[in-house]
């Protein structure tokens, strides 16, 4: 089945610095991925879609100077959180799809712990 | 605009009891899709069911079972004689036909005692 690996899985930084994280579709072509944010007990919340070779739309009220998406290929996205703070401190997800979400459905990474100190 | 609502917070069940997580959804869509996933404790995602607005049938699964019903705006998800490693948090989540994006529930912690 189709699988996504994002890594790392667990990443502590200072604040005021930057941290990337990677998405990758292993055996598949990811038309679309997306971005959640989850906190502690509570939901995902998407926070951006990204196509391959083009800008991701983010969601009202996300920073997009904050979290930078580049979506280069069709089987990489990375999430880069500038000037990290510990309110950014949270669990990152990411998801892949290929077009048409009826035929193909949504498959997700891992996840990564950030932790800003 | 597109909402699911899990209004079950948390569930605490002893093993070999039955349970059944709610959820319902709005969507002006005619056609969507339903999803169901569990997040363990090490916190990814795994994927239990994918259901289309067109496809009303239950569903079956071993333990895990599914009652979509659009009268109602519902995919109810039960668990039959539950176990402890069905302790995770639950989340249902939905997709309009014509958007990728997938918009989940609050989720609901399931807790399985022994």
């Known amino acids: 089945g189709a699988v996504v690996s994002q890594h790392p899985s667990r990443v502590i930084c200072k604040s005021g610095t930057s941290v990337k994280i990677e998405c990758r579709s292993l055996d598949f072509q990811a038309t679309t991925m997306f971005w959640y944010r989850q906190f502690p007990k509570q939901s995902l919340m998407l926070m951006a879609t990204?196509?391959?070779?083009?800008?991701?739309?983010?969601e009202q009220g996300v920073e997009k100077d904050k979290f930078l998406i580049n979506h280069a290929s069709l089987t990489l996205s990375t999430l880069t959180v500038t000037s990290a703070h510990p309110e950014d401190s949270s669990f990152y997800i990411c998801s892949a799809t290929m077009a048409g979400i009826g035929d193909y459905g949504y498959t997700f990474g891992s996840g990564t712990r950030l932790t800003v100190v | 605009a597109q909402k699911v609502t899990q209004a079950q917070t948390e569930i605490s069940v002893v093993e070999k009891e039955d349970v059944t997580l709610d959820c319902v959804y709005e969507t002006r869509d005619t056609t969507y899709y339903l999803f169901w996933y569990k997040q363990p404790p090490s916190g990814e995602l795994v994927f239990l069911i994918r259901?289309?607005?067109?496809?009303?049938q239950n569903e079956i699964s071993g333990r895990y079972s599914w009652n979509f019903q659009k009268s109602t705006s519902s995919f109810n998800f039960t668990i039959t004689a539950s176990q402890v490693v069905d302790s995770a948090v639950y989340f249902c989540?939905?997709?309009?036909?014509?958007?990728?994006?997938?918009?989940f529930g609050t989720g609901t912690r399931l807790q399985v005692f022994p």
């Open positions: 259901r289309n607005s067109f496809d009303e």
């Open positions: 990204s196509n391959e070779g083009s800008k991701a739309t983010y």
């Open positions: 989540a939905l997709s309009g036909y014509n958007t990728d994006k997938l918009i």
